[in-house]
């Protein structure tokens, strides 16, 4: 790895100081609050506004099952070595709880002082049960009898029969009964998870316009169906959220699809990380949830109605589209346009880039299924991380196997919350012939490739497909991602050699033109960095852009900071997490991060580098991040056309960069400032002038 020479006035400066370090937890916290942002926009549609606050909360959930639980997990076994930021895990625990509570609180008073009213000026209710005329609840008596009835199971606690267990993520009834002869008892009713959570109101006159009222409100109204004979004394909901966060111990399994497949029939009962539950709930109640759920008072955080925000999203299923933003359709390369085009000779014709959604995926669908009946192609290999169901990328791939063509798969079974789909995958796929591989141990493999073997003539060419997202034709419409459709054969012997060492045994370190993590990704980052350095100090252009998911690797913004105090400009676009502090005298004044976040989720990689004015650019499948760098097969390809390397950097970067509607300009205290509005300066949002210019490409 390049090392850099610092000058006298860098050396007086510790980079490896705490303050130059913001803490990941808190950064990614701050990232849940700039989604939350959007949620208490007026400018975007209210039904969106109702969706990203779902997303937000459904954000903090996994916060609290995942990153809290490590945290916990850390501090319970003793850890006390801190971080970049000088924090312990106990420390940060401390911390995060704090602002991940004022958070949660700040989303519930988005929901009731903002989002609330203007629903219901828009016609839409979301009503309290008691608040219900008495015929309106007596037709939703005949509905819970018929519809949610059926499906309650009332746990009784005594001491032949145990406190239950409660699910993850599970909105729960504690129910005090008082029996003819008196005496008090407790019982848990789980309110299924299978019905809708916002159950609609029958019209009526009395009722407004189109009203909803929460399902757990309809079971505690009439739970004396389930306890006949017996007087409801109280009645509180209350909310579980657990450890999810899976550890496989590879290196003991014999057979790691049985051994992750029991792994997530473990998640439901992994240690509580948070209790909710609402301000009427007394506290002998919740002293004795606690003592049951095993978890700790600092875990208890109070809450307004409803516990489970994330089922606000339903809202969105309103036939409302005045509400939501308007529709698009997506685009074609100019290539592909033409319905007789074949994809193999548009790719002969020149490397294709696609920038999803905005670019349709289908020309990555057209690529499989026409590799899957083609005579001519010999074999596809594939990385599979998240493909979704009923998935027609799958598809391709066993037809390809019924036609005779050898078809090899790698199926991420550790992708997080994939995995019991993932599983279903590899399954369906061994049963009929296809090579299925589960990886590397100890490694994740998060690159998206496609290779196809075709032979043309006397000679065998080879087909690549690389991205920065998945293969899933559903996130394909809502997240920016690029891809790169090519037959370079600098790039189809890299994959070939890459999927020799994902599926058999390969110490190659020498890749012709990608770079491969945990192999040589971050050597050529640094390195890249250097060179720009170099250029610099050289009197020459020196520019880099990045745009990545999260910045936290404290090596490479170590190496950024140097790059700053050389004095070459850097611009970050960095959608969640960034530990580096941008802004401050001596270190970063030389680097600005931004982040965006807007109608789509912000998700593809690129890295940018002026090089002298002889411009490069890479994209791929990794963050900044540790867990990238070293602990994931992560894969970073060149674009070598140089038609296309100036769409990425001006087409593309370049509206980023100039985005001034939802970029958000991060400060170097690890907070985030809207950009100042200028009425000299048309207004420019990034990914709406991506849509307008895919629209007036096509009218033209």
């Known amino acids: 790895m390049a090392e850099i020479d610092d000058s006298p006035k860098q050396a007086a400066i510790d980079l490896e100081s705490p303050q130059f370090y913001v803490n990941r937890e808190l950064a990614l916290i701050e990232f849940q609050r700039r989604v939350l942002d959007e949620a208490n926009d007026p400018s975007v549609p209210l039904l969106e506004r109702v969706r990203f606050l779902s ?5 903090m959930d996994e916060f609290f099952m995942i990153r809290l639980a490590g945290l916990k997990q850390q501090v319970a076994a003793g850890v006390r070595e801190v971080g970049p930021d000088g924090l312990t895990p106990a420390e940060q625990l401390v911390a995060v709880r704090r602002v991940a509570n004022e958070i949660k609180h700040e989303g519930h008073r988005v929901w009731r002082d903002r989002l ?11 009503l309290e049960y008691d608040a219900l005329p ?5 037709e939703l008596r005949t509905y819970f009898e018929t519809a949610v009835f059926p499906v309650l199971t009332p746990l009784a606690v005594d001491p032949s029969r145990p406190f239950p267990h409660i699910s993850n993520l599970s909105v729960n009834l504690a129910v005090v009964i008082r029996d003819p002869d008196g005496h008090e008892h407790f019982a848990r009713v789980k309110v299924p998870g299978t019905l809708p959570q916002l159950v609609p109101v029958p019209r009526s006159p009395k009722v407004p316009g189109l009203s909803f009222v929460p399902l757990e409100q309809v079971v505690a109204a009439n739970l004396d169906a389930l306890f006949p004979g017996e007087e409801i004394i109280e009645v509180h909901p209350f909310r579980v959220t657990r450890n999810a966060d899976l550890v496989i111990q590879e290196l003991e399994a014999g057979d790691l699809l049985e051994t992750i497949e029991e792994s997530v029939r473990q998640r439901q ?9 609402e301000p009427t709930m007394p506290a002998r109640l919740l002293d004795d949830l606690l003592v049951n759920l095993e978890a700790d008072r ?6 307004e109605s409803p516990l489970a925000l994330v089922n606000v999203g339903a809202l969105y299923a309103v036939d409302r589209p005045d509400l939501k933003e308007a529709p698009f359709l997506a685009s074609l390369p100019r290539r592909l346009e033409k319905k007789e085009s074949d994809i193999f000779a548009a790719v002969r014709g020149g490397d294709i880039l696609l920038h999803h959604p905005f670019d349709s995926f289908s020309p990555v669908l057209e690529f499989l299924e026409a590799a899957a009946v083609d005579p001519d192609v010999l074999a596809i290999k594939m990385t599979l991380y998240r493909v979704g169901r009923n998935s027609p990328v799958v598809q391709a791939l066993l037809d390809a196997r019924e036609e005779g063509k050898q078809v090899a798969v790698l199926v991420e079974l550790k992708a997080r919350f994939d995995e019991e789909r993932n599983i279903e995958w590899a399954r369906a796929l061994e049963r009929e012939g296809v090579h299925v591989v589960y990886g590397l141990l100890g490694l994740k493999t998060h690159s998206k490739v496609a290779l196809v073997v075709r032979r043309e003539g006397d000679r065998i060419r080879r087909y690549t497909h690389l991205s920065t997202g998945n293969y899933n034709t559903v996130t394909a419409q809502q997240y920016t991602d690029l891809g790169l459709l090519t037959c370079d054969d600098g790039i189809g012997a890299d994959v070939t050699d890459l999927f020799n060492y994902l599926t058999g045994y390969s110490a190659k370190i020498d890749y012709r033109m990608l770079a491969v993590a945990p192999i040589n990704l971050r050597e050529t980052v640094d390195g890249l960095i250097e060179r720009e350095i170099e250029h610099h100090r050289a009197g020459r252009v020196a520019h880099i852009v990045m745009k990545m998911n999260a910045l936290v690797d404290r090596r490479m913004i170590r190496r950024l900071y140097r790059a700053s105090q050389a004095g070459v ?6 959608r969640g997490m960034c530990s580096l502090r941008p802004g ?8 600005r991060v931004t982040s965006i976040v807007g109608r789509f989720l912000e998700h593809s990689r690129v890295f940018a580098f002026r090089n002298g004015g002889n411009e490069e650019v890479y994209l791929g499948s990794a963050d900044l991040m540790p867990r990238n760098l070293n602990g994931r097969v992560e894969v970073m390809f060149p674009v070598t056309d140089t038609r296309l390397v100036g769409v990425v950097r001006d087409e593309i970067l370049g509206a980023y960069l100039a985005d001034t509607v939802k970029a958000r300009v991060m400060n170097a205290d690890g907070s985030y400032s809207r950009i100042a509005s200028d009425p000299n300066t048309v207004a420019l949002n990034a990914q709406e002038s991506f849509l307008r210019e895919r629209a007036t490409t096509r009218l033209g």
């Open 55 to 59: 997303i937000f909360a459904s954000n």
């Open 116 to 126: 609330m009213p203007a629903l219901r000026a828009e016609g839409i209710h979301v």
């Open 134 to 138: 008495i015929e309106t609840r007596i």
């Open 269 to 277: 009962f992994g240690f509580v990380t948070r209790l909710t539950y």
């Open 298 to 303: 600092a875990d208890a955080h109070e809450m």
């Open 569 to 574: 400009k850097i611009d970050l676009l960095v």
């Open 584 to 591: 401050i005298l001596g270190v970063s004044e030389n680097i």
